[in-house]
């Protein structure tokens, strides 16, 4: 079963534009986790946010949860090329590490 | 330097064939999983371990069989049972009971088949 869901499916945008990915989810969580993956790669934690938060940031990354809605969005700000990538949200079921992933955000970082 | 080693990058299995691919980490890590991405898609669980001789069933344990004889190591292996093995296969990591929940994932295996 896969409770993410990324949106849009894939992302187009100019270096130095910020890029903005949304992630919907089914049941109630502890934490929701953001991953980047490149290409032929493994996944790469970026940040984790938990139920009882609403925003966090880390560099140029900024994370909402909005719990009512069951949703979170991802926010890369000032892009580069090198953020070219895919991203996926992950959230848990109740045991620690056995999380459900979306399907993804393929951004694309045009220089 | 630690970190998650997987190994081949690419494996080949023929028809009827049992492949194993190979997960070894030195991160000291409790839990290790196993997960299935095909193109496009998300990530599957197949199986996972959070103690040494000990495992559990994800979403997708057919066809697949895993043993946890050390720490370090979580080995899993595609039978000729699995039809559709054809994917990009990631093992991960994590500290039991750590505030930081992360996973830490390998650089992972593409299994063909021929």
């Known amino acids: 079963s896969q409770q993410g869901e990324e949106d849009p499916q894939a992302l187009s945008i100019q270096e130095g534009e910020n890029a903005t990915m949304n992630c919907s989810y089914k049941?109630?969580?502890?934490?929701l986790q953001w991953y980047r993956q490149n290409s032929g790669r493994g996944l790469v934690h970026l940040i984790l946010?938990?139920?009882?938060?609403r925003e966090k940031h880390s560099g140029r990354l900024r994370v909402t949860l909005d719990t009512s809605k069951k949703s979170s969005s991802l926010l890369i700000t000032a892009s580069r090329a090198a953020d070219t990538a895919s991203y996926f949200c992950?959230?848990?079921?109740?045991?620690?590490?056995?999380?459900?992933f979306g399907k993804g955000t393929k951004l694309s970082v045009k220089p | 330097d630690g970190g998650i080693t997987q190994s081949p990058k690419y494996l080949f299995r023929k028809e009827g064939q049992n492949v194993t691919l190979s997960c070894e980490q030195n991160?000291?890590?409790?839990?290790m999983y196993w997960y299935r991405q095909d193109p496009g898609q998300g990530l599957r669980l197949i199986y996972y371990?959070?103690?040494?001789?000990?495992?559990q069933k994800g979403d997708i344990a057919e066809g697949y069989s895993v043993s946890r004889e050390k720490k370090e190591s979580f080995p899993l292996t595609v039978t000729s049972a699995q039809k559709n093995p054809t994917a990009f296969y990631l093992c991960?990591?994590?500290?039991?009971?750590?505030?930081?929940?992360?996973?830490?994932f390998g650089s992972g295996t593409q299994l063909s088949v021929l």
């Open positions: 991960a990591s994590t500290k039991w009971d750590s505030l930081d929940e992360k996973l830490f």
């Open positions: 049941t109630s969580i502890n934490n």
């Open positions: 946010i938990r139920s009882n938060e």
């Open positions: 992950a959230t848990d079921r109740g045991s620690q590490g056995n999380l459900i």
């Open positions: 991160l000291n890590h409790d839990a």
């Open positions: 371990s959070q103690i040494v001789n000990d495992f």
